[in-house]
């Protein structure tokens, strides 16, 4: 009974280090935090002074005066910047357990696949640095093949393409494993990237990255709208030609086109996966077909044009935004079973 009490309030947790947003779940109580992975801090006499993170520090993005930076410190999933990024997991370890007095927590952390050794080791050394007692590493599309459910220690051949906001894993899984790995880099902020460079080229406008991102999140879709046009939505920014600001209108069909090229990149990821998969596995795959997870897997109708251009049934899991933090907490749930695809730097 008093073992079960103590693995029920275990501070040990799973980190889904996200580019976009961080997701905390602690053992036996699941996901505990969600939050953008953004820290604001002001620089004075050569030292970063943390101000805001999370969701504070998001507000912030695009809107600080010279004195105060708004950064994102994981780029294209891994870090970019090594003491932002240590502050930040310390701040959301300590808002996760929201009590003093844990003892430091074993914590396990999902990094893409593609990820080097020289990156997994800063991701390691920041989570140590963060309070952590022991850091683990866990690919990313495993655990998003087990946060969504999937059956990957059958011996068959299953695909998950793991959309975030700096890469898109694509993996084929076999008895438990990676039996092919790719990490395209990406994802929903090269989506927003992509937008704001339409909209500036095309129509002379310049927007911020969270209009670009609510923009796509309202009417951003994968393929051309049946009628050529589709849903319409007024966008505010700066016009390039006289530097006052400008509304106008824009179309769906005018987003598809802002995205085709980054929905393609997602294609090629997928059809190269295919290419190198051993036949028996790619008769499983089209079987099967393929789980779409991550926040970038909501993209309107990228389903429909992966399945266009593959010829594969697509599903998008059903709690996609939170598959990889569900599967590394689930991974550190049953970390005997699945201890030949946990890296504690041993």
């Known amino acids: 009974m008093f073992g079960a009490l103590s693995g029920l309030f275990s501070s040990d947790m799973a980190i889904d280090l996200g580019t976009a947003n961080t997701l905390i779940y602690i053992k036996g109580k699941g996901i505990v935090l969600n939050e953008p992975s953004v820290v604001a801090y002001h620089f004075k006499d050569g030292r970063k002074r943390v101000l805001a993170v999370g969701e504070d520090a998001k507000l912030m993005l695009g809107r600080t005066p010279e004195s105060i930076q708004a950064i994102r410190p994981l780029r294209d999933g891994v870090i970019a910047d090594f003491d932002v990024a240590e502050e930040m997991i310390k701040h959301f370890i300590r808002k996760a357990t929201r009590r003093s007095g844990w003892a430091k927590p074993k914590i396990l952390v999902c990094v893409p696949h593609g990820a080097t050794s020289v990156e997994r080791r800063a991701i390691r050394e920041s989570v140590i640095a963060a309070g952590a007692r022991k850091a683990g590493l866990i690919s990313e599309p495993i655990a998003a093949a087990i946060g969504s459910g999937m059956p990957i220690a059958d011996p068959t051949g299953n695909m998950i393409v793991d959309i975030g906001g700096g890469t898109t894993e694509v993996a084929v899984l076999s008895l438990g494993d990676v039996v092919y790995a790719k990490s395209v880099r990406v994802g929903g902020d090269r989506m927003d990237e992509a937008i704001i460079n339409y909209l500036r080229r095309q129509h002379n406008l310049l927007v911020g990255d969270s209009t670009a991102e609510k923009i796509k999140m309202e009417i951003g879709t994968a393929r051309m709208p049946d009628d050529g046009r589709g849903a319409r939505m007024e966008v505010r920014g700066r016009d390039l030609l006289n ?66 251009q593959t010829g594969l049934a697509i599903t998008v899991a059903e709690e996609s935004l939170n598959c990889v933090a569900l599967g590394t907490g689930k991974s550190l749930e049953f970390e005997t079973q699945l201890a030949h695809v946990i890296d504690f730097g041993n």
């Not at 069909?253 to 596995?281: F, H, K, N, R, Y």
Request: no cysteine.
């Open 243 to 308: 530097g006052v600001p400008k509304e106008m209108e824009i179309s769906q069909a005018q987003i598809a086109e802002a995205l085709s090229e980054t929905v393609q990149m997602i294609v090629e990821g997928v059809m190269q996966a295919l290419e190198q998969t051993p036949p028996d596995l790619a008769a499983d795959i089209v079987d099967r077909g393929v789980m779409l997870t991550g926040g970038g897997a909501l993209l309107g109708d990228l389903d429909l044009a992966l399945r266009e």
